[in-house]
């Protein structure tokens, strides 16, 4: 899920080895089709392309409960999402767009993520992957919805975690901090720490085959997350509010 964005389709490209079978599901559906190729050219046995509308949670349900009966996924990425702030010159976000991000961080990639769970805790086997983002360890004020929505999904994630692990099933959380891509450069301001897609497909799939339950990257972004915790409300509070990019 998410192979259309350049992490979703820097994962495909990493798992295409010789003879794999991929499912790419995406937004767009002619860099869907350019992943898939990249993906053959790569060695890939067989690559089956979806492009869908993640605010239909049902029409995707659907699809992803007759394509998991007909040949069940080993391992599931859900590399998915959306991201925006606040408008220039707005006091809070609008309501529609709170609404967007919640169904397509959170609601859509948590129901999808369950479904695969089941039928994997039924195998006994599986492997799934849920990427969120280091802004859901943080109140960020500009980007409230944004924030918002990967808090609830890293939150589903560490107990479907819990919940299948006995079963044979593990769930690795990534979060991780800024990735370049034209998502995160359409969001003004500084991105420290950077890291390229194929270079966090690589670190994500590592993590992934440890079973690891939890990666956060570039590890400095984990630090931020322990400072965060520990430092009292006010000046937490005015830090966060510092953050937000000019003319937000």
């Given at each position: 899920m998410g192979a259309s964005g350049e992490l979703g389709g820097a994962l495909a490209r990493h798992y295409a080895r010789a003879g794999a079978r991929l499912s790419l599901w995406g937004r767009d559906s002619g860099r869907l089709a350019a992943a898939a190729r990249a993906c053959l050219d790569l060695g890939a046995g067989a690559v089956a392309t979806r492009s869908l509308d993640l605010t239909e949670v049902d029409g995707a349900l659907e699809a992803l409960s007759r394509e998991e009966a007909e040949e069940p996924f080993g391992l599931a990425l859900f590399a998915a999402g959306c991201g925006d702030i606040r408008a220039a010159g707005a006091l809070v976000e609008d309501a529609a767009q709170?609404?967007?991000l919640g169904q397509v961080n959170f609601v859509a990639q948590a129901a999808m993520a369950a479904c695969c769970a089941e039928s994997m805790v039924a195998r006994g086997r599986g492997t799934i992957v849920v990427i969120g983002s280091a802004a859901a360890d943080h109140a960020l004020p500009f980007a409230a919805a944004y924030a918002g929505s990967k808090a609830g999904l890293a939150r589903f994630a560490d107990a479907l975690r819990i919940n299948v692990r006995p079963h044979g099933v593990s769930v690795?959380?990534?979060?991780?901090?800024?990735?370049?891509?034209?998502?995160?450069?359409?969001?003004?301001g500084p991105k420290p720490l950077i890291l390229?897609?194929?270079?966090?497909?690589?670190?994500?799939?590592?993590?992934?085959?440890?079973?690891?339950?939890?990666?956060?990257?570039?590890?400095?972004?984990?630090?931020?997350?322990?400072?965060?915790?520990?430092?009292?409300?006010?000046?937490?509070?005015?830090?966060?509010?510092?953050?937000?990019?000019?003319?937000?």
């Open positions: 709170v609404a967007r690795t959380l990534v979060s991780p901090g800024f990735i370049d891509t034209a998502a995160a450069w359409r969001v003004p390229q897609p194929d270079r966090a497909a690589a670190l994500i799939a590592r993590a992934a085959a440890r079973g690891k339950a939890h990666l956060i990257l570039p590890w400095p972004f984990g630090l931020l997350r322990t400072v965060s915790a520990i430092l009292p409300r006010a000046v937490r509070d005015r830090l966060l509010r510092a953050l937000t990019p000019p003319g937000v």
